[in-house]
């Protein structure tokens, strides 16, 4: 048995189970549930893909500043490291947490949960409590946040040094894109309905 909470009247619509067509509430007729032919399959290569442009743009540097004949590179990291070295222990915390372990805690654990349905045709042990973890720590994830302040920066800054975008700044900008392609690909009542079929 399948609850779905309607997101417009509140009412517990029960159905069988998470059906190949789309669920209605009972009441209002808003849509609870479309189906999507290979979510997981999609949602699983998408979050591959979000994890290598990741491992890319943590890997490299994100700009380079050119000033007085100066280049001075940063990477995500350092960045996170000179908040840290100026005292500003708050802001970097906040960075850290809403852009690198939010997001690194999506991608492994929407990996971890996907892979063995998809490969091996049975969840992942403690797959539920992992899926919990993900949507309690989705709200937490501001990629995008980061990256329109540092396009504000940027605008800032233009005006005193020639900024450099780097290899980093481009695969930060892809993955913002991939991980939300991923999310929306992703239906959570059927995943929980896989989930407690194959528990």
């Not at 209605?24 to 997981?40: E, T």
Request: positive net charge; aromatic residues 10%.
């Amino acid at each position: 048995m399948t609850i779905l909470a309607c997101p417009d009247c509140d009412l517990l619509n029960r159905f069988p189970t998470v059906t190949q067509r789309t669920h209605i509430c009972l009441r209002c007729g808003a849509v609870l549930y479309r189906h999507r032919p290979d979510s997981i399959d999609r949602s699983l290569a998408l979050t591959c893909a979000a994890l290598v442009l990741f491992i890319i743009s943590n890997s490299f540097p994100f700009l380079a500043m050119k000033s007085g004949g100066f280049i001075q590179q940063t990477t995500l990291i350092s960045g996170i490291v000179e908040l840290w070295r100026q005292d500003l222990y708050a802001l970097a915390a906040v960075v850290m947490l809403t852009c690198l372990a939010v997001p690194l805690t999506q991608m492994t654990g929407l990996l971890y949960i996907l892979a063995p349905l998809k490969w091996a045709n049975r969840p992942a042990p403690r797959a539920h409590r992992v899926f919990r973890l993900i949507l309690h720590a989705t709200p937490w994830g501001m990629m995008e946040v980061f990256m329109l302040g540092i396009l504000v920066a940027l605008v800032k800054l233009g005006k005193m040094a020639t900024i450099v975008p780097g290899i980093s700044a481009f695969s930060f900008v892809v993955l913002i894109f991939v991980m939300a392609w991923a999310v929306s690909n992703l239906n959570p009542a059927e995943l929980w309905d896989r989930l407690d079929r194959r528990r």
